[in-house]
């Protein structure tokens, strides 16, 4: 595969997962981020282990170890991982609403003000606010 085939087939994979690029500076700049230390020693095994479960903990069993609120804010239209999976962990004590956020995860806007509500809601109460996960 020539680097402009990868970069080519880089762009489409990002197209799918961020509807708009507004908030993106410059498509070519992040293909280059993204590509370059792709082609570092050891690359492939890094990616390997990124993308296949490592054995760590899953969410679903840590979520029952908290005694605090945990903000659980999923993608609405994630590609990869469904909403009806973030629905589920609001199946938990500890995890009571999940909120589903627009696509972009560059939309502070949107993700402020859900964190602050949180966080006033729970700050005043005894029970520390969870890390979001």
């Given at each position: 595969?020539?680097?402009?085939?990868?970069?080519?087939?880089?762009?489409?994979?990002?197209?799918?997962?961020?509807?708009?690029?507004?908030?993106?500076?410059?498509?070519?700049?992040?293909?280059?981020?993204?590509?370059?230390?792709?082609?570092?020693?050891?690359?492939?095994?890094?990616?390997?282990?990124?993308?296949?479960?490592?054995?760590?903990?899953?969410?679903?069993?840590?979520?029952?170890?908290?005694?605090?609120?945990?903000?659980?804010?999923?993608?609405?239209?994630?590609?990869?991982?469904?909403?009806?999976?973030?629905?589920?962990y609001g199946n938990?004590?500890?995890?009571?609403?999940?909120?589903?956020?627009?696509?972009?995860?560059?939309?502070?806007?949107?993700?402020?003000?859900?964190?602050?509500?949180?966080?006033?809601?729970?700050?005043?109460?005894?029970?520390?606010?969870?890390?979001?996960?």
């Amino acid at each position: 595969m020539t680097d402009a085939d990868q970069k080519t087939c880089l762009l489409e994979l990002l197209v799918v997962f961020f509807k708009e690029w507004k908030n993106v500076d410059s498509l070519l700049s992040i293909t280059e981020a993204i590509i370059r230390p792709c082609l570092e020693p050891g690359a492939v095994d890094v990616f390997l282990e990124f993308i296949c479960y490592y054995g760590g903990p899953l969410p679903e069993d840590l979520l029952p170890q908290f005694k605090c609120p945990v903000l659980v804010a999923w993608g609405e239209k994630d590609p990869w991982d469904p909403i009806k999976l973030g629905r589920a962990y609001g199946n938990f004590d500890a995890a009571p609403q999940v909120s589903p956020l627009s696509n972009e995860d560059e939309k502070p806007e949107m993700v402020n003000p859900l964190i602050e509500s949180v966080v006033a809601r729970h700050s005043k109460s005894s029970t520390a606010l969870a890390p979001v996960i």
